[in-house]
């Protein structure tokens, strides 16, 4: 039976083989078995995936992360995060904070026309002359980054930023030409810590959130444009909270009520009559206790030791009491009456501590690496610095310590950072001797041992009272094997004074009512407690969230950096912070904070919680506030996707991906899997979302394998029973073979439409670029507009001249590619695969490709933007000895469809009912293109036959010419029960299908 099978719509997108078997779907007419770098629109056609165009390599090409920064509809910046910088981009180029006249290179040092202003380390690139000759002549130094090292106020040696080699170049030039210092701006983020930054855009503030650290504040001061905008980092000033509740039976001593205080730990009278909690800490006979028990009443401390043991002031703060990641904690006091203040802690209590810098006093030990002995008496106990480590680098075992100038007794020693570099733990063992120390620090009196318990980071160690000693030191072991053992800071305490009991700390609020022992809170994040992982902001307050399970906090209103909790006389306002632990069975982190209509959606390893006031979202406030869990489908760890009007987020498993919204009618949440029919997609999991709107609405994915996929999505609806308007999966692959690691999404340069950033990595080299995904195209775009390369940008300069009697078109621009092969698209024509020798392409001109044809292009009066190039011609020209030409040089990648089996009745005209189980062949293939050329079409990719560019009148169409029509050919197949009709293009050409089928014959 003849018939014809159309599809002509494409907004089902790729279907994984376990749901191609959905016939009966009504999906099923609009889905695809195969969408490969391939993005079906809400329109319905299929058009290619756009090249990627290519910014740069990373800093020093490092691995890096993606954040977008969105300033105002004018600037929106894409972010370069790597080890230690961050880096901007506007567009397609990197954002620069000084031109550099120069008038001389020779041999690699660079002079200029005055003060340069560099500093060694410092990065610059060189902008293209405006003069044809003196962009040939600098072709070796275009388009790379360099290191500076500064030989005087006008000179400077370039260094190869990727390979560190000096460059050894003398080019001459007449025009003008300038060096421009990169614009960069250090950060605390190691590479270990890009992959959990997360960003709160709060107005014009971006804060940026990480577990190890203080949250930042990146700021833009905007140029002229967003080209020539600064931007600088620097801690939050956060004021006056969050806080942890006061420590039932834990009071705080102040040393005086304003300035730098000491502020000193005790603990409460014991009462007989009263109930304590498990973990209440009372003070009996001058000696501290923890009731060890709940409702323990009537027991007394020195007589119960199954109700009570003895604990330390400090014990109220944790098991080390204060330490020294705890300096920059804030503190509140109460101290009567109507007096709350606040301060900082500026330094741990010298009560009690060995001063090892006291005359006499020497370091001892052989953890002589890094920074040696010294560093562990330095006072920096949270280093992020080698140098502030004492290490021994490929040992079992080590130890360091003091030789004392008179005997001391020693109570305890708090040791930060302790480990090796692997994250190791670690035995432990503390010596005191009145003879020194042999070389491996074995003698001596052992007065603490931690036997099989290991340690990790930072503990206190209590010790035997055995005497007086000469020499104090503490030995460590690993259990198994050699390693680079290292500590930060060790501090040895005698009984004068309790460890981590005291602290100086800065009033930064009202003085202090009086010194008496006052309720006091701690702050809730810290070096010690970790810090904020994710945040949003909503009504006019910054909410954060991640660090201590179950809870959130959100900052007073329109004030998004003060935490105050109550007005100093302890009363609480509707604008004051909040501070809020979730009533939950389950103790989880919050991954991720989002807004939303109906309060603050916040997503949890064991869930999904709203914040909110009311059903009507009235403004949340300390007394208003609740949060419930709304639903289970638990989340990973990974920022979701806001898409319209849903949220979508990445399951805990992360091989779904759900559509989060609230039903209108019912106010219920739900969330249904998006990629039900399409579970290949996720194979490797996903990692990362982005989203953007235009030119299509498409949630971006990264794969862990590197992979990028893609999904176009719409809901219209806020009805639960209605399904998304359309939702098409598509996945891609790089032309250039990259894996993908990180990506963000924001405004484009022109910012009328949307851009998807991306950092990539070459798997051979390891080198990090910086990539941005180019315009889709439009109904109208021109043939030379085409962008369908990967890793492409414009050569800056170019040349025709003759060589071995050939004329030939050399690229310029290409030395960081030497070696490699390039695809190059101009004037709307494929010119092939060329490989880069010298930092040059050279294209030999043909029939299709002359001098008049490049003319005509010149004389076109046609704005090509970012694809302008440049040519000189040293050969007799026509018109002109210079020509202007869109050109594009990158990596070609394959774009391809293919249709699901066809099976309805009334497409296959069966009369005894639906095709499947019947064999059929398409004779003849239907394309409804536009704007298409250098197709391939067949029913199965291994037998194709590509599109011929001839018109019904027989004319062939121009190299530079697109077809727009029904496009009818035979099509190579036989009798089976498949007969899918597909297409692949694998050059750069533009390529979109309206419609596709073909026409059949089913047998009975």
Same mark, same amino acid.
């Given at each position: 039976?003849?018939?014809?099978?159309?599809?002509?719509?494409?907004?089902?997108?790729?279907?994984?083989?376990?749901?191609?078997?959905?016939?009966?779907?009504?999906?099923?007419?609009?889905?695809?078995?195969?969408?490969?770098?391939?993005?079906?629109?809400?329109?319905?056609?299929?058009?290619?995936?756009?090249?990627?165009?290519?910014?740069?390599?990373?800093?020093?090409?490092?691995?890096?992360?993606?954040?977008?920064?969105?300033?105002?509809?004018?600037?929106?910046?894409?972010?370069?995060?790597?080890?230690?910088?961050?880096?901007?981009?506007?567009?397609?180029?990197?954002?620069?904070?000084?031109?550099?006249?120069?008038?001389?290179?020779?041999?690699?040092?660079?002079?200029?026309?005055?003060?340069?202003?560099?500093?060694?380390?410092?990065?610059?690139?060189?902008?293209?002359?405006?003069?044809?000759?003196?962009?040939?002549?600098?072709?070796?130094?275009?388009?790379?980054?360099?290191?500076?090292?500064?030989?005087?106020?006008?000179?400077?040696?370039?260094?190869?930023?990727?390979?560190?080699?000096?460059?050894?170049?003398?080019?001459?030039?007449?025009?003008?030409?300038?060096?421009?210092?990169?614009?960069?701006?250090?950060?605390?983020?190691?590479?270990?810590?890009?992959?959990?930054?997360?960003?709160?855009?709060?107005?014009?503030?971006?804060?940026?959130?990480?577990?190890?650290?203080?949250?930042?504040?990146?700021?833009?001061?905007?140029?002229?444009?967003?080209?020539?905008?600064?931007?600088?980092?620097?801690?939050?000033?956060?004021?006056?909270?969050?806080?942890?509740?006061?420590?039932?039976?834990?009071?705080?001593?102040?040393?005086?009520?304003?300035?730098?205080?000491?502020?000193?730990?005790?603990?409460?009278?014991?009462?007989?009559?009263?109930?304590?909690?498990?973990?209440?800490?009372?003070?009996?006979?001058?000696?501290?206790?923890?009731?060890?028990?709940?409702?323990?009443?009537?027991?007394?401390?020195?007589?119960?030791?199954?109700?009570?043991?003895?604990?330390?002031?400090?014990?109220?703060?944790?098991?080390?009491?204060?330490?020294?990641?705890?300096?920059?904690?804030?503190?509140?006091?109460?101290?009567?009456?109507?007096?709350?203040?606040?301060?900082?802690?500026?330094?741990?209590?010298?009560?009690?501590?060995?001063?090892?810098?006291?005359?006499?006093?020497?370091?001892?030990?052989?953890? @002589?690496? /890094?920074?040696?002995? +010294? &560093?562990?008496?330095?006072? #920096?106990?949270? $280093?992020? *610095?080698?140098?502030?480590? =004492?290490?021994?680098?490929?040992?079992?075992?080590?130890?360091?310590?003091?030789?004392?100038?008179?005997?001391?007794?020693?109570?305890?020693?708090?040791?930060?950072?302790?480990?090796?570099?692997?994250?190791?733990?670690?035995?432990?063992?503390?010596?005191?001797?009145?003879?020194?120390?042999?070389?491996?620090?074995?003698?001596?009196?052992?007065?603490?041992?931690?036997?099989?318990?290991?340690?990790?980071?930072?503990?206190?160690?209590?010790?035997?009272?055995?005497?007086?000693?000469?020499?104090?030191?503490?030995?460590?072991?690993?259990?198994?094997?050699?390693?680079?053992?290292?500590?930060?800071?060790?501090?040895?305490?005698? @009984?004068? /004074?309790?460890?981590? +009991? &005291?602290?100086?700390?800065? #009033?930064?609020? $009202?003085? *202090?009512?009086?010194?008496? =022992?006052?309720?006091?809170?701690?702050?809730?994040?810290?070096?010690?407690?970790?810090?904020?992982?994710?945040?949003?902001?909503?009504?006019?307050?910054?909410?954060?969230?991640?660090?201590?399970?179950?809870?959130?906090?959100?900052?007073?209103?329109?004030?998004?950096?003060?935490?105050?909790?109550?007005?100093?006389?302890?009363?609480?306002?509707?604008?004051?912070?909040?501070?809020?632990?979730?009533?939950?069975?389950?103790?989880?982190?919050?991954?991720?904070?989002?807004?939303?209509?109906?309060?603050?959606?916040?997503?949890?390893?064991?869930?999904?919680?709203?914040?909110?006031?009311?059903?009507?979202?009235?403004?949340?406030?300390?007394?208003?506030?609740?949060?419930?869990?709304?639903?289970?489908?638990?989340?990973?760890?990974?920022?979701?996707?806001?898409?319209?009007?849903?949220?979508?987020?990445?399951?805990?498993?992360?091989?779904?991906?759900?559509?989060?919204?609230?039903?209108?009618?019912?106010?219920?949440?739900?969330?249904?899997?998006?990629?039900?029919?399409?579970?290949?997609?996720?194979?490797?999991?996903?990692?990362?979302?982005?989203?953007?709107?235009?030119?299509?609405?498409?949630?971006?994915?990264?794969?862990?394998?590197?992979?990028?996929?893609?999904?176009?999505?719409?809901?219209?609806?806020?009805?639960?029973?209605?399904?998304?308007?359309?939702?098409?999966?598509?996945?891609?692959?790089?032309?250039?073979?990259?894996?993908?690691?990180?990506?963000?999404?924001?405004?484009?340069?022109?910012?009328?439409?949307?851009?998807?950033?991306?950092?990539?990595?070459?798997?051979?080299?390891?080198?990090?670029?910086?990539?941005?995904?180019?315009?889709?195209?439009?109904?109208?775009?021109?043939?030379?507009?085409?962008?369908?390369?990967?890793?492409?940008?414009?050569?800056?300069?170019?040349?025709?001249?003759?060589?071995?009697?050939?004329?030939?078109?050399?690229?310029?621009?290409?030395?960081?590619?030497?070696?490699?092969?390039?695809?190059?698209?101009?004037?709307?024509?494929?010119?092939?695969?060329?490989?880069?020798?010298?930092?040059?392409?050279?294209?030999?001109?043909?029939?299709?490709?002359?001098?008049?044809?490049?003319?005509?292009?010149?004389?076109?009066?046609?704005?090509?933007?970012?694809?302008?190039?440049?040519?000189?011609?040293?050969?007799?020209?026509?018109?002109?000895?210079?020509?202007?030409?869109?050109?594009?040089?990158?990596?070609?990648?394959?774009?391809?469809?293919?249709?699901?089996?066809?099976?309805?009745?009334?497409?296959?005209?069966?009369?005894?009912?639906?095709?499947?189980?019947?064999?059929?062949?398409?004779?003849?293939?239907?394309?409804?293109?536009?704007?298409?050329?250098?197709?391939?079409?067949?029913?199965?990719?291994?037998?194709?036959?590509?599109?011929?560019?001839?018109?019904?009148?027989?004319?062939?169409?121009?190299?530079?010419?697109?077809?727009?029509?029904?496009?009818?050919?035979?099509?190579?197949?036989?009798?089976?029960?498949?007969?899918?009709?597909?297409?692949?293009?694998?050059?750069?050409?533009?390529?979109?299908?309206?419609?596709?089928?073909?026409?059949?014959?089913?047998?009975?």
């Amino acid at each position: 039976m003849r018939s014809n099978h159309l599809q002509s719509s494409f907004l089902s997108g790729e279907w994984g083989k376990l749901a191609q078997g959905r016939m009966d779907d009504p999906r099923y007419k609009t889905a695809l078995a195969r969408c490969l770098n391939t993005i079906p629109v809400q329109e319905g056609a299929a058009v290619r995936r756009p090249g990627l165009g290519r910014i740069g390599h990373t800093r020093n090409g490092a691995p890096a992360v993606s954040k977008s920064f969105s300033y105002s509809e004018d600037a929106s910046i894409s972010i370069e995060m790597t080890d230690g910088f961050m880096r901007f981009a506007d567009g397609d180029d990197l954002i620069h904070d000084a031109d550099i006249p120069i008038t001389s290179i020779v041999s690699g040092v660079v002079t200029t026309t005055s003060a340069h202003g560099l500093t060694d380390g410092q990065q610059v690139t060189f902008h293209t002359p405006e003069l044809v000759d003196d962009a040939i002549e600098m072709s070796d130094l275009l388009r790379r980054q360099f290191r500076v090292a500064v030989l005087s106020t006008t000179t400077f040696r370039i260094y190869d930023a990727l390979t560190e080699l000096p460059v050894d170049v003398s080019p001459t030039f007449t025009g003008t030409v300038q060096a421009s210092r990169i614009h960069e701006v250090t950060s605390p983020y190691a590479e270990t810590h890009l992959g959990t930054v997360r960003t709160v855009q709060a107005e014009d503030d971006m804060v940026m959130l990480n577990p190890s650290f203080a949250p930042r504040v990146l700021t833009m001061e905007p140029g002229n444009d967003a080209s020539d905008a600064a931007f600088s980092l620097a801690v939050a000033n956060v004021l006056d909270g969050p806080y942890l509740d006061p420590v039932t039976g834990s009071l705080a001593t102040p040393s005086g009520t304003t300035g730098i205080i000491t502020l000193t730990l005790s603990f409460s009278a014991y009462e007989a009559t009263r109930a304590y909690a498990e973990g209440a800490f009372v003070s009996d006979a001058g000696i501290g206790y923890r009731s060890l028990i709940d409702q323990n009443v009537g027991n007394t401390p020195a007589s119960s030791p199954t109700a009570w043991a003895v604990a330390s002031p400090g014990e109220a703060v944790g098991p080390s009491g204060f330490v020294g990641s705890d300096i920059g904690r804030l503190v509140r006091i109460y101290s009567g009456g109507s007096a709350w203040t606040w301060g900082k802690i500026t330094a741990l209590s010298s009560a009690g501590v060995i001063n090892p810098d006291i005359p006499g006093t020497t370091y001892i030990g052989n953890m @002589t690496g /890094a920074g040696g002995l +010294a &560093a562990a008496f330095d006072g #920096i106990y949270v $280093p992020t *610095l080698n140098e502030h480590y =004492a290490r021994r680098s490929n040992t079992r075992q080590c130890w360091v310590g003091l030789a004392l100038p008179t005997p001391s007794d020693l109570q305890s020693v708090v040791i930060y950072s302790l480990g090796t570099e692997g994250g190791n733990p670690l035995r432990v063992r503390i010596h005191g001797s009145n003879t020194p120390p042999n070389s491996n620090g074995e003698n001596g009196t052992i007065v603490y041992d931690s036997g099989d318990e290991q340690f990790l980071g930072t503990a206190t160690f209590q010790c035997a009272n055995l005497g007086t000693w000469d020499y104090v030191w503490a030995r460590f072991t690993h259990p198994s094997s050699n390693a680079n053992i290292q500590c930060a800071e060790i501090q040895f305490f005698n @009984t004068s /004074a309790a460890p981590g +009991a &005291a602290v100086e700390v800065q #009033i930064l609020g $009202p003085a *202090l009512a009086n010194t008496s =022992a006052a309720v006091w809170r701690l702050g809730a994040y810290s070096d010690t407690t970790g810090w904020p992982t994710c945040g949003c902001y909503h009504q006019g307050r910054l909410f954060l969230g991640g660090a201590i399970p179950n809870r959130w906090d959100a900052s007073k209103s329109n004030d998004i950096y003060n935490f105050e909790p109550t007005a100093a006389n302890g009363t609480v306002a509707d604008n004051n912070a909040v501070s809020y632990t979730f009533n939950a069975t389950d103790r989880n982190s919050i991954f991720w904070m989002r807004p939303s209509q109906q309060g603050v959606i916040c997503g949890t390893q064991g869930g999904e919680w709203l914040i909110r006031a009311s059903e009507n979202n009235n403004n949340i406030t300390p007394t208003s506030a609740q949060a419930h869990r709304v639903t289970k489908y638990e989340c990973a760890n990974a920022e979701p996707a806001v898409s319209g009007l849903s949220t979508v987020f990445i399951q805990r498993h992360r091989r779904r991906t759900i559509e989060f919204i609230s039903d209108i009618y019912s106010g219920k949440w739900f969330g249904p899997d998006l990629n039900e029919f399409a579970k290949q997609m996720t194979k490797s999991g996903f990692e990362e979302l982005a989203s953007v709107e235009e030119l299509a609405p498409i949630v971006w994915a990264r794969r862990a394998d590197g992979r990028l996929v893609g999904m176009t999505y719409r809901r219209i609806s806020m009805y639960s029973a209605e399904p998304p308007k359309f939702l098409a999966w598509h996945q891609h692959t790089l032309g250039h073979n990259f894996d993908v690691v990180s990506i963000s999404a924001g405004p484009a340069s022109d910012t009328t439409i949307d851009a998807l950033n991306l950092i990539v990595k070459d798997r051979g080299s390891g080198i990090h670029y910086v990539e941005y995904m180019r315009k889709l195209t439009e109904e109208e775009d021109e043939m030379w507009a085409a962008n369908f390369l990967d890793g492409s940008f414009t050569p800056p300069a170019a040349n025709i001249e003759t060589e071995s009697n050939y004329t030939v078109l050399k690229l310029y621009g290409f030395a960081e590619f030497e070696g490699q092969d390039r695809d190059v698209w101009a004037c709307g024509q494929d010119l092939g695969r060329f490989t880069v020798a010298d930092g040059v392409i050279k294209i030999p001109l043909t029939d299709t490709l002359t001098r008049e044809i490049m003319a005509a292009y010149t004389t076109a009066a046609t704005d090509y933007g970012d694809m302008a190039c440049t040519v000189r011609c040293d050969v007799e020209g026509v018109g002109t000895d210079q020509y202007t030409i869109p050109v594009l040089v990158g990596s070609t990648y394959t774009s391809e469809g293919q249709m699901l089996r066809p099976n309805k009745q009334e497409d296959l005209r069966t009369p005894e009912g639906p095709g499947f189980g019947k064999t059929k062949r398409s004779h003849l293939v239907y394309a409804l293109l536009h704007n298409s050329r250098g197709g391939s079409f067949g029913t199965r990719f291994d037998k194709l036959r590509p599109m011929k560019m001839v018109s019904d009148g027989g004319r062939t169409f121009d190299v530079d010419e697109a077809f727009s029509g029904v496009y009818t050919a035979p099509l190579e197949d036989a009798y089976t029960y498949d007969s899918q009709p597909c297409w692949r293009v694998t050059r750069p050409y533009p390529f979109t299908v309206c419609a596709f089928g073909a026409a059949l014959n089913t047998e009975e």
